[in-house]
């Protein structure tokens, strides 16, 4: 598909369709949402610890292209995430379309992780440790799937995206309902 089509022309599968953003939004405002994902992400953080991973805060996990790896999270993660003030990306409305070019993570700030309790499944796993790649995979996986079940549950359309595009495409649909900070 040519840039100069409209929005309306785009398959609804498509992650960059408005009308998903505008879905996977509402849905994270609502409470039992926000609790499932509250629940998971505390559910994750507990199994992650009990495996003891090295992180020495170097941010290098966020320098994505530099580190040689993609993150992915589903559009309801993102959606809950700019749901916050403090998961509205620090940057300015002309880098938006640039957001998948970056090499960092645009939260990350001063080399450390300006939404850390916000931060989506992806960022809770992976480590820099070359021993977290004997249980991370796995853990990923399981919770991965949780995210799948809780998106069937409240029938919402389910899309695995990479985070920078993913971000961006958020943020072009829900302009009109997060605001503040650069955007």
Request: with cysteine; charged share 20%; aromatic share 8%.
């Amino acid at each position: 598909m040519n840039k100069s089509e409209s929005n309306a022309t785009r398959p609804p599968s498509d992650p960059a369709d408005p009308t998903l953003w505008r879905q996977w939004h509402a849905a994270a405002a609502l409470p039992v949402v926000d609790r499932a994902i509250r629940d998971l992400y505390r559910r994750l953080d507990v199994e992650v610890a009990s495996h003891h991973p090295v992180c020495r805060q170097s941010g290098r996990c966020c320098h994505f292209d530099s580190y040689g790896h993609l993150m992915y999270v589903t559009g309801l993660e993102v959606a809950w995430l700019l749901r916050h003030p403090a998961g509205r990306p620090p940057i300015q409305k002309p880098q938006r379309a640039q957001l998948p070019q970056l090499d960092s993570c645009p939260f990350q700030i001063d080399g450390l992780c300006s939404v850390h309790a916000l931060r989506p499944t992806g960022c809770r796993v992976f480590f820099c440790d070359p021993t977290a790649r004997q249980w991370e995979s796995a853990v990923y996986d399981g919770y991965l799937h949780d995210l799948r079940a809780l998106h069937d549950r409240h029938h919402l359309d389910y899309r695995y995206i990479e985070w920078r595009s993913a971000l961006r495409d958020a943020l072009a649909a829900l302009k009109p309902h997060v605001t503040g900070g650069g955007l």
